[in-house]
C-alpha cells in the first residue's frame, strides 16, 4: 500500500489551482497562504512555494516518489 503524503489537497479552484490543504499527520487544515507561510517558517521540509502568476503556490520537493506528490 502506498504512503499517505503529509500533506493532501481539500480543495482547488475550475482551473485546477491548489487552494486548500489537509496536514494528513496533524489534521490540520491550511488555506493555500497559510501553508506558504508554514512552509516559509520551515514546518515543512519536504515542500516548497512557487510563484504561479502573482501567487506563491505551495509545491512537493521533487524525490522520484509520487506517492509524496501533492494531490
Known amino acids: 500500500m502506498a504512503k499517505k503524503p503529509r500533506v493532501s489537497v481539500t480543495n482547488e479552484?475550475?482551473?485546477?489551482r491548489n487552494t486548500n490543504f489537509?496536514?494528513?499527520?496533524?489534521?490540520i487544515k491550511m488555506t493555500r497562504a497559510a501553508f506558504v507561510?508554514?512552509?516559509?517558517?520551515?514546518?515543512?521540509?519536504?515542500y516548497y512555494?512557487?510563484?504561479q502568476g502573482d501567487l506563491e503556490t505551495p509545491v512537493s520537493k521533487p524525490d522520484g516518489d509520487e506517492s509524496n506528490n501533492l494531490g
Open 37 to 46: 507561510k508554514k512552509i516559509k517558517q520551515g514546518e515543512y521540509q519536504d
Open 13 to 16: 479552484t475550475e482551473t485546477g
Open 49 to 51: 512555494y512557487r510563484k
Open 22 to 27: 489537509i496536514d494528513n499527520k496533524t489534521g
